[in-house]
């Protein structure tokens, strides 16, 4: 059983950065399709980036060129690095993985079946 925790929200100013992780437990031999969503205040959840099985990462018009997705695979760990931080990046970031290997452009475009394993979720805060 898929277990995720995320990790490195926080408040911070308007230009400044933050760098979310995702720790991933009780993976069998991996999952193929990764990504991190946001839901904003009064807004539906929406894909903000994703890595899919080969290693292709794909954002949201809203984050791109500010936001970069990688991962390290020992250590089982997803990261999002936000620069030039925004007050409508304020959310709560949740990361998600799924066994099924999906295209991340179709993930972030939502064209992609909804993933399985989710996080609790990563508040983050831009004033």
């Known amino acids: 059983h ?60 809203s984050v791109k060129g500010r936001f970069t997705l990688s991962q390290d695979i020992a250590k089982h760990t997803l990261y999002l690095q936000m620069d030039n931080l925004k007050p409508e990046d304020t959310a709560m970031y949740y990361c998600a993985h799924d066994y099924g290997a999906y295209d991340s452009q179709a993930v972030v475009l939502g064209l992609s079946p909804q993933f399985t394993y989710w996080g609790q979720g990563t508040q983050v805060t831009v004033s």
């Open 2 to 61: 898929v277990q995720l925790v995320e990790s490195g929200g926080g408040s911070v100013q308007a230009g400044g950065s933050l760098k979310l992780s995702c720790k991933a437990s009780g993976v069998r031999l991996g999952t193929n399709s990764k990504g991190w969503w946001r839901q904003r205040p009064g807004k539906e959840r929406e894909a903000v980036a994703a890595i899919d099985i080969q290693d292709a990462t794909y954002y949201g018009d």
